[in-house]
């Protein structure tokens, strides 16, 4: 979930906060703290004293120190911490509890001389980080504004600030999906619901309304969903906001109607890694073609040993089984958190669906590296291969795709129309880059920038020559949210 720049910069300030101990003298060990251990070390009864090497015990072993934490009714953390200075403790042992906690801070900021500093002259260093933080996002200097599409900019979570200065180029059912447009939602659907019955219509054909299938799958979006009674539960299915967990239950316990599709809302609910709880208490609901892509750990052991299940039936009670009630491989091959379930059964992968894993770099580049071996002939009969639209989308290949460019450029290949005549060089016949996929990747945006610098310095013909797939799409480059930077 993309998290607003206010929420990000309140997440900063809250470290920032805590790391300079703004608001209090800083004490790693508080003097309640060390009298506590003190007097049990000093002066409690010799069955309830604690020794030294009973000390240096616990600091040494997890187990001893799990035991100290229930009988000492102190935390385990505060205990760990405590063992750092327990040197200083020792040493000091005969002195106040105030003047001993002073000599732990002492040592403690030999490294740390930030905390010497008086806590109202923390609190103004904290106030004049804030003043640097910034306050909005805008795009970059080298997007030009003039192509960029609005209606996929619509979805950009990281658009607002630039949506809300062109409120008239906003495509509202676009917009529906975006998890940070939340107060213009909320504005757009009380303007909506103030239409006559034409009015709205006129929308609707202009498709420019507000989607209440698109709302109900965004994670932001639960309590205007609930304030407008407007679920569409077999999209409210997909949410990864976990909150729909309850919704959900009560549902499914009142029931469902025709127009809800139940089916449709299990097979949401099979797929999502937020539902699980749903799915434990209704086995018998679970589709496992869409369990497959579910990446929730108690999903991935379901998967296993149904994986185990399915390999110990015959042949004719394996095609007895419905599709649905399959093992998906295809999804399982894109499942982030199946890579493990993948090795173990590598004939079963299925590289086209891979290619879009952002856990599979290692198994891709493996891949790669044979299809490298091939002549066009080998590879042109090789049906389960690497997929390059898809992996020019997968955020975690960048490497791979520099690689790629390099590699083509080295071919000298050509970003015109590509001869697929049986005489085609084994570089040009291969899958290249996907530029139009790769402008929504948003790892890629320095290979974007180099791009575009590219087509730039192309003539006219030369631009128009250039196949969908081998230039900029300015589409997706408006919904990839690293077009914009923090100002």
Not at 63 to 76: D, R, W, Y
Not at 308 to 336: C, F, M, Q, V
Request: hydrophobic share 35%; glycine share 0%.
């Amino acid at each position: 979930m993309t998290a607003t720049l206010k929420k990000l910069n309140a997440n900063k300030i809250s470290i920032t906060s805590k790391l300079l101990k703004k608001d209090e003298d800083y004490l790693p060990i508080s003097p309640e703290f060390i009298k506590d251990l003190r007097d049990r070390t000093l002066f409690a009864t010799p069955s309830m004293r604690l020794s030294f090497a009973q000390y240096d015990t616990m600091c040494k072993d997890e187990k001893v120190l799990n035991m100290m934490s229930i009988t000492l009714n102190k935390p385990k953390a505060k205990l760990k911490k405590f063992c750092k200075y327990l040197s200083v403790f020792k040493k000091e042992i005969h002195l106040t509890p105030n003047k001993i906690a002073a000599k732990i801070t002492e040592a403690d900021t030999q490294d740390k001389p930030i905390f010497k500093l008086p806590k109202e002259l923390r609190t103004v260093i904290l106030e004049k980080f804030v003043e640097i933080l910034p306050t909005k996002y805008v795009l970059l200097d080298w997007i030009d504004k003039d192509k960029i599409d609005w209606d996929w900019l619509s979805s950009n979570p990281n658009a607002i600030d630039l949506l809300k200065d062109n409120q008239d180029k906003i495509n509202w059912y676009s917009l529906s999906s975006n998890p940070n447009a939340i107060k213009l939602l909320k504005e757009r659907i009380k303007y909506e619901n103030n239409l006559d019955y034409n009015e709205y219509k006129e929308l609707v054909i202009l498709g420019n309304n507000i989607s209440w299938d698109l709302l109900s799958q965004n994670p932001n979006a639960i309590k205007l969903l609930l304030k407008n009674n407007a679920i569409v539960w077999y999209k409210l299915a997909k949410n990864s906001n976990p909150n729909v967990v309850k919704l959900l239950q009560n549902k499914i316990k009142v029931g469902f109607t025709d127009n809800d599709s139940e089916e449709s809302v299990w097979f949401s609910l099979s797929e999502n890694p937020n539902t699980m709880e749903i799915l434990k208490d209704n086995p018998d609901k679970i589709i496992w073609c869409e369990l497959s892509k579910n990446s929730n750990p108690d999903a991935i052991e379901l998967l296993k040993n149904r994986i185990t299940y399915e390999s110990n039936l015959s042949r004719e009670e394996y095609y007895d089984l419905e599709e649905r009630n399959r093992i998906n491989w295809k999804g399982l091959s894109a499942n982030p958190n199946a890579i493990g379930l993948l090795k173990e059964n590598p004939e079963q992968i299925n590289f086209n669906y891979l290619s879009a894993n952002p856990n599979a770099i290692d198994l891709l580049k493996k891949q790669i590296k044979y299809e490298n071996t091939l002549d066009v002939k080998e590879y042109k009969a090789l049906e389960n291969k690497i997929n390059w639209e898809k992996l020019s989308a997968n955020p975690n290949a960048i490497d791979l795709l520099k690689e790629r460019i390099e590699y083509e450029k080295y071919n000298h290949s050509r970003d015109s129309k590509d001869n697929d005549s049986s005489d085609s060089t084994k570089h040009n016949y291969i899958n290249r880059i996907n530029w139009k996929e790769l402008s929504a990747n948003p790892n890629a945006i320095n290979l974007i920038k180099e791009r575009i610098k590219y087509e730039n310095n192309l003539s006219r013909e030369e631009y128009y020559d250039l196949k969908v797939q081998n230039k900029i799409n300015w589409r997706q480059l408006s919904s990839n949210p690293s077009i914009f930077t923090s100002l």
